[in-house]
């Protein structure tokens, strides 16, 4: 009798450790992104569609897969809180509606335009939790689930080679003066038919120093032909050189934004 109290408050610790983080009570909603969620039907519908998603995905998953997606799961809630949390009114409405539906396109391996490929895609995480000779990483990525063509097999390839970048496992030199090192990347679907496929990887680490590094990279696979696509494939010289200024243009923008009281020159 008593091994069988054991057990059963064992499997209650270890569901306590795996469970989802589902759409919460109304009735204890504490924090401001939880009272404006449950004050406005759009954002209730909108977080209710992502927790939604999420359940799905997590009873698809056993095991390591399971508690990495909780994992990260956990970690998206937090940065929601911290990127929208200081924010008020529409501006802080606007946050939570871009970044909880962000969330939930992720979940459901979704595209933000095209028709789709016509092959299942799902989410990949990689996790690990921060101390003084572990990374925090924070991976997010998108794959085939049984890749077939050549170009399924490449995109599969692709975003692993950006997995096997993770940092995982001790370091051999602990983080400095308390800080926390970390590595995050973040992929979307910015495209997908049947015979395109293509996705952005959003890059950030922080290893020291007096601030990290981060960066956007792109994939973009002919399905059709099993090859990656370059810039030159889809643009003639002078189109690419009017990119090249646009994001000149836009680089500069983003820097006087931030430096209110500076002026950038080129």
Same mark, same amino acid.
């Given at each position: 009798? +008593?091994?069988? &109290?054991?057990?059963?408050?064992?499997?209650?610790?270890?569901?306590?450790?795996? =469970?989802?983080?589902?759409?919460?009570?109304?009735? *204890?909603?504490?924090?401001?992104?939880?009272?404006?969620?449950?004050?406005?039907? *759009?954002? *209730?519908?909108?977080?209710?569609?992502?927790?939604?998603?999420?359940?799905? /995905?997590?009873? %698809? @998953?056993?095991?390591?897969?399971?508690? %990495? @997606?909780?994992?990260? $799961?956990? &970690?998206?809630?937090?940065?929601?809180?911290?990127?929208?949390?200081? #924010? #008020?009114?529409?501006? #802080?409405?606007?946050?939570?509606?871009? +970044?909880?539906?962000?969330?939930?396109?992720?979940?459901?391996?979704?595209?933000?335009?095209?028709?789709?490929?016509?092959?299942? /895609?799902? !989410? =990949?995480?990689? #996790? $690990?939790?921060?101390? !003084?000779?572990?990374?925090?990483?924070?991976?997010?990525?998108?794959?085939? =689930?049984?890749? +077939?063509?050549?170009?399924?097999? /490449?995109?599969?390839?692709? =975003?692993? &080679?950006?997995?096997?970048?993770?940092?995982?496992?001790? +370091?051999?030199?602990?983080?400095?003066?308390?800080?926390?090192?970390?590595?995050?990347?973040?992929?979307?679907?910015?495209?997908?038919?049947?015979? /395109?496929?293509?996705?952005?990887?959003?890059?950030?680490?922080?290893?020291?120093?007096?601030?990290?590094?981060?960066?956007?990279?792109?994939?973009?696979?002919? @399905?059709?032909?099993?090859?990656?696509?370059? !810039?030159?494939?889809?643009?003639?010289?002078?189109?690419?050189?009017?990119?090249?200024?646009?994001?000149?243009? $836009?680089?500069?923008? $983003? &820097?006087?934004?931030?430096?209110?009281? %500076?002026?950038?020159?080129?």
């Amino acid at each position: 009798m +008593q091994l069988l &109290k054991i057990c059963w408050l064992a499997g209650l610790l270890l569901i306590a450790c795996i =469970v989802p983080v589902r759409a919460f009570d109304c009735a *204890k909603a504490a924090s401001s992104i939880e009272k404006a969620i449950c004050t406005d039907p *759009k954002l *209730k519908a909108a977080d209710d569609a992502m927790a939604t998603a999420y359940a799905t /995905l997590r009873d %698809s @998953l056993v095991g390591a897969d399971r508690k %990495s @997606l909780g994992a990260s $799961q956990r &970690k998206w809630v937090k940065s929601r809180e911290d990127s929208c949390g200081y #924010q #008020q009114g529409a501006e #802080q409405a606007n946050c939570i509606l871009s +970044q909880t539906d962000e969330r939930r396109q992720l979940l459901l391996a979704e595209p933000e335009s095209g028709p789709g490929t016509g092959s299942r /895609l799902m !989410p =990949v995480f990689i #996790q $690990q939790d921060a101390d !003084p000779r572990h990374y925090d990483i924070d991976f997010t990525l998108i794959k085939f =689930v049984k890749p +077939q063509s050549k170009g399924e097999i /490449l995109f599969n390839n692709r =975003v692993t &080679k950006i997995g096997k970048g993770a940092p995982l496992g001790r +370091q051999s030199e602990a983080a400095r003066d308390d800080m926390t090192y970390s590595s995050v990347a973040a992929m979307a679907l910015t495209y997908t038919s049947p015979k /395109l496929i293509s996705a952005k990887v959003e890059n950030w680490d922080f290893s020291g120093g007096a601030h990290g590094n981060g960066g956007t990279s792109g994939i973009t696979i002919d @399905l059709d032909r099993g090859t990656e696509m370059k !810039p030159g494939d889809l643009f003639d010289a002078k189109g690419i050189a009017a990119l090249k200024a646009r994001c000149i243009e $836009q680089i500069f923008e $983003q &820097k006087k934004d931030k430096n209110d009281s %500076s002026i950038c020159s080129r």
